[in-house]
């Protein structure tokens, strides 16, 4: 079994900033790719960044310029910084997690949420 726990998240001002964090644990015997998604209220669930097993990177291009996804290999953490937030960030963020558990399956797995809420 695989457990990720997102913690990060808040209430920012406009122009705030805001680090989200994932830990996979569990039953995991090696991690592929990490991602951020996002979904905001009465809209379908969006990407927002991705980052591959050898840490390249891909973001939305609403998150271009602005939000900086790295990981942590050793600790199995995906982090997601988020800088010069504007309202329209505002959703649940869920990170993803594309993995090889310790008995060969692989397969994708979710975070609960966290809610990122910027006022304007």
């Known amino acids: 079994q695989v457990q990720l726990v997102e913690t990060g998240g808040g209430l920012v001002q406009a122009g705030g900033s805001l680090r989200l964090s994932c830990a996979a644990s569990?039953?995991?015997?090696?991690?592929?790719?990490m991602a951020w998604y996002r979904q905001a209220p009465g809209k379908q669930r969006e990407f927002v960044a991705h980052?591959?097993?050898?840490?390249?990177?891909t973001y939305a291009d609403s998150a271009k310029g602005r939000f900086t996804i790295s990981r942590e290999y050793a600790k199995n953490t995906v982090y997601l910084q988020m800088n010069s937030l504007q309202p329209e960030d505002t959703a649940v963020y869920y990170c993803?997690?594309?993995?090889?558990?310790?008995?060969?399956?692989?397969?994708?797995?979710w975070g609960q949420g966290t809610q990122v809420t910027v006022s304007s």
């Open positions: 980052i591959s097993t050898l840490g390249s990177t």
């Open positions: 569990g039953s995991i015997g090696s991690i592929n790719a």
């Open positions: 993803n997690v594309n993995l090889m558990s310790r008995i060969g399956a692989r397969g994708d797995y």
